[in-house]
């Protein structure tokens, strides 16, 4: 048993060679990139203040900012390593505990010899008492090499966990540097100045980079038969289950219409099954991008296709998530309770939208992906320009203020904020695509690209967000609808047990009176006075507290104006958290903002003033 713990130990300690060198390899290489971005930085510095923002310096940001480490990467590395540097501090508590305890080997080797045999001669006694003695003092040594080796190993583990934080302060430093310049300065000449094709522009409409895309697609599919045939099952049940989707839909909004309806199911059952029907379609073209983009034998083309295929899935899905929900008894009409004319105008626009929209993107975005170069753009540019002239055109559809989506809110709020800054909200909105395609006409495309992705992620944010708003107010209405039916019961019981009381009381006064007359008739008789007895009494009937109705409904719609009110705050909380964590990154240009002085005050202060 002591020959295996030793055994065990001495594995143990050259098991750890293997992570000791993983580790200082990890670590030589997060030392060679530390080294290589400080320098990188430094000297981009000296460029930028000798040089100026000029267009090469322009270039030389944007590809050096491409080229950084992944921060997110970094820090998870970090994270996971906190499990390892655990693990080996463990490690290293037992091996020092094992070995504290057998630095005395006496009592250890005597235990071992009360064990012996008394039969045993002198000579065999003192033979086991020395390979007892050999077996600890090499337990020891295999005890001190596993320590060496738990300490080498920890010890290389905090280096490279605190060299790789070095690294993460470093780029996420030079990270800022770069984004409070480069959206500043050019990376294309102006749209207008010199109309001439790119190469990469012109393998767009050749055919034999969609053959050969087709080709890959298919040797791809062969290859991953499991993978298509799983994505090919989930698309066409989609697809075959929407007529069984738009009949639940159907009889889900028929219940959700009735006043009687105190249950969030059928809300519940629609918003799944219109989720379902939207993410068909994105989803199918997602996958075939992703499987496009992932490609290891791929050419550039087919990337830059796959490409453009997702970043059109995600245009897609809000788009057809917003006209689901606006169909005919869809969630908007019989859930929301959105106005008719909210719901029609959805209804008008966002099929002209995806129409004219969605294939701009994906122009756009195949152009972009094929040139890494990155040349005149020039078709790549007008898609964009076109791009941003669809949006505006829908929003200034949408938003204006006297006959878009928000002309009835407007009208129920007269006096609120949002009609006070109504022609500011609006021309802002409107105006905000517009300024896109002049900035990436006059040639700040860059500039224009890393804003319109973060426009339509905010814009996705407040849709999203709007939807499960009104999730929530659609629980609240059921909710306050069945407080007021319970009420209403409750009323109706405590109603009829006042009947009944009453009924009860008046039976028993009729009784006693009854029997009081009986009474006097026999008292009579007798020759009694009547006056001389006593009166029959009635006992009252208990008293019966009754809530009046309008301290219940009372009760009622304030707690509903409370939630209410707590939804808001949350809903207006999570999208200042979400617009800033949209736009953090782009922020840091505006310190640039600093190097120019808007005007100077001098302000003499003389001897006196200062006695």
Known sequence: ???????????????????????????????????????????????????????????????????????????????????????????????????????????????????????????????????????????????DQLIRSSN????????????????????????????????????NKPLYSKLELDTS????????????????????????????????????SLILLRPRFRRELHDAGTLARKGNCTSFGPTWQATWGTMLMSIAWPGFIWFLGSRLSLMSNGSDFSRAVGAGLAATAWGYLPLELLRRICRVGGLADNHFDWPDSAIRLFRNTLPGLTLFGLPLVFFTTTLYMSDPEHGLDILERAGFVAATLVTAFFLRRVLRPDSGVLCEFLAMHPTGWMVRTKWLWYWGSVLAPLSLAGLTISGYYYTAQQLSWRLFATISLVLGLQLVRALLQRLLIVQRRKLSIEHAKQRRMELMAQKEAAAQAAAAAAKAAE?????????????????????????????????????????????????????????????????????VDALPALRILDQWQLWATTVDVSAEDVG
């Open 1 to 143: 048993e002591d020959a295996d713990i030793s055994r065990e130990l001495a594995e143990k300690a050259v098991a750890l060679t293997i992570p000791i060198d993983e580790a200082r390899t990890k670590l030589e290489a997060t030392k060679i990139r530390l080294d290589g971005v400080q320098k990188q930085f430094t000297t981009t510095q000296q460029k930028v203040d000798n040089i100026g923002l000029s267009d090469a310096v322009g270039a030389l940001l944007r590809r050096q900012r491409s080229e950084l480490p992944d921060v997110l990467k970094r820090q998870a590395n970090v994270r996971n390593r906190r499990e390892q540097i655990e693990d080996a501090q463990y490690e290293l508590f037992e091996a020092d505990d094992q070995r504290a305890r057998i630095a005395n080997r006496d009592p250890f080797v005597l235990a071992i010899l009360e064990k012996a045999s008394p039969a045993i001669s002198e000579s065999e006694r003192k033979k086991l008492e020395q390979a007892a003695r050999d077996v600890f003092d090499r337990r020891a040594e295999y005890l």
């Open 152 to 187: 080498t190993y920890l010890d290389t583990l905090f280096e490279l966990d605190q060299t790789e934080q070095l690294l993460i302060a470093e780029t996420q430093r030079y990270l800022t540097y770069i984004d409070e310049r480069v959206l500043w300065v050019r990376s």
């Open 201 to 236: 522009d012109l393998a767009f409409f050749e055919p034999t980079g969609w053959v050969a895309t087709g080709q890959k697609l298919i040797a791809d599919t062969v290859e991953n038969l499991l993978l298509y045939g799983v994505a090919l099952l989930a698309f066409s």
């Open 515 to 583: 029997q009081a007359t009986d009474k006097a008739s026999a008292t009579s008789s007798a020759g009694l006075p009547a006056a001389t007895q006593p009166a029959a009494t009635v006992a009252p009937a208990g008293p019966t507290t009754i809530v009046p109705p309008e301290e219940l409904r009372a009760d009622v719609e304030a707690s509903t104006e409370q939630s209410r009110r707590l939804l808001a705050i949350a809903v207006v909380t999570t999208s200042l958290v979400g617009v800033w964590m949209i736009w």
